[in-house]
């Protein structure tokens, strides 16, 4: 069955791959599966809750076959996706969008910044990247809790 195909080829990953990083998996046991095939059989996973879909702006939707809550690690430079836990983001008080008529039914928390591997790499060959404009403050890591203090 493709549709069970598709999801053993997601389940028990931790790489959050994209709808081609699925689709390259299912081939390797059902070579005669179509993209189209595979794009529809996400979807339909992702509809009736049983894998979910990460938006990533800026790049290819990622799957996760954990549905529980949980959080992510998101690498500015490579854009690998890593699953944390952290209790205390799963008690956030919801902000009240009573005004904007949206009804809020979950949520997750991506932290955006640098994963271990990127920043070896950037400290060992200081290649000049694309991204290498960006100013830097401070010397410390690039992952601090984004808190809205007002200055002054
Ligand atoms: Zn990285
Ligand atoms: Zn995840």
């Not at 894998?51 to 690498?75: E, M, N, Q, T, Y």
């Not at 290498?132 to 410390?140: H, I, K, L, T, V």
Request: glycine content about 8%.
């Amino acid at each position: 069955m493709q549709r069970r195909a598709v999801f053993e080829a997601l389940a028990g990953r931790e790489d959050h791959p994209t709808a081609d990083q699925v689709y390259d998996a299912v081939k390797a046991s059902l070579p005669a599966i179509s993209r189209t095939t595979v794009y529809r059989i996400l979807d339909a996973l992702v509809q009736n809750g049983l894998i979910l879909k990460v938006c990533h702006p800026g790049s290819a939707a990622r799957f996760d076959p954990k549905v529980h809550r949980h959080h992510h690690l998101v690498c500015l430079s490579c854009e690998r996706i890593v699953d944390i836990q952290a209790e205390s983001l799963n008690h956030l008080s919801l902000p009240d969008v009573s005004g904007h008529g949206f009804h809020i039914e979950d949520y997750h928390v991506h932290f955006r910044g640098t994963c271990a591997r990127c920043a070896r790499k950037q400290k060992i060959g200081r290649r000049p990247s694309r991204a290498a404009g960006r100013p830097r403050a401070g010397s410390g890591p690039t992952m601090r809790n984004p808190r809205d203090k007002k200055r002054g």
